[in-house]
């Protein structure tokens, strides 16, 4: 398979920044770059890769808050989430203030994504599923060609995002990660956004918060 990707834990939160890139044009997509911006360059240049664009799955400041910067730097183009979260993303200011971060600057994304919408990484095709519950606006990216799924908050290895924020909803959630990811199939991989990977037919055995058998 030509799509290649590599994590790089970015923030307090150890946020899963992930590269994703096409193996024959070595060009790249920074997926969720969070903050801690000279280790996920110092990854670009290692592996030699050109950036192209940055990919958000939703606006929590541990997911964008270094996009501003990036984008501004290299003349990035920033693509997602849904516009639902833009509310965050125009609250960041206020999102480092409440977490005891860094000041960064808000943005405009170049590009809002919807349920259906593909997006590319080189010559490489992204799916782009709108899974609201976390936030309103969360976006998971499925490369169905290697069965890598970048989920960000939604579903964690043995766990699920947190729905206690303003427009979070845990029904929301659960309908977001049985109706839109099951479907993707149990053999998919899945990068999250805090912690180790594992596949959709694990966590569909075992997660005590959406594993098959709680439904009966
Ligand atoms: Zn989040
Ligand atoms: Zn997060």
Redesign the pocket.
């Known amino acids: 398979m030509s799509l290649q990707f590599h994590t790089v834990p970015v923030t307090p939160f150890q946020q899963n920044c992930t590269l994703l890139w096409c193996e024959d044009s070595k060009r790249a997509a920074v997926v969720d770059p969070g903050g801690d911006l000279d280790r996920i360059l110092a990854a670009v240049e290692e592996r030699g890769l050109k950036l192209e664009k940055i990919l958000l799955t ?1 606006g ?1 400041l ?2 964008v808050g270094g996009t501003a910067e990036l984008s501004k730097q290299r003349q990035l183009p920033v693509e997602g989430p849904h516009e639902d979260d833009n509310f965050w993303i125009e609250q960041l200011p206020m999102q480092t203030q409440m977490f005891g971060f860094p000041p960064v600057e808000s943005f405009t994304p170049d590009r809002w994504l919807n349920q259906g919408d593909t997006a590319t990484v080189g010559d490489e095709l992204l799916e782009v599923h709108h899974c609201p519950g ?2 309103p606006g969360h976006v998971i990216f499925f490369h169905r060609p290697s069965g890598l799924a970048l989920v ?2 939604v579903l964690f290895a043995g766990s699920i ?2 729905t206690d924020f303003p427009k979070g909803d845990h029904d929301t959630l659960i309908r977001s990660i049985t109706e839109k990811l099951w479907p993707l199939g149990d053999e998919v991989r899945f990068i999250p ?1 805090h912690g180790p990977m594992s596949t959709f037919g694990q966590e569909r055995q075992t997660n005590p918060f959406v594993a098959d058998k709680r439904f009966g």
């Open positions: 939703h929590h541990d997911h976390h936030t960000g908050d995002g947190r956004g």
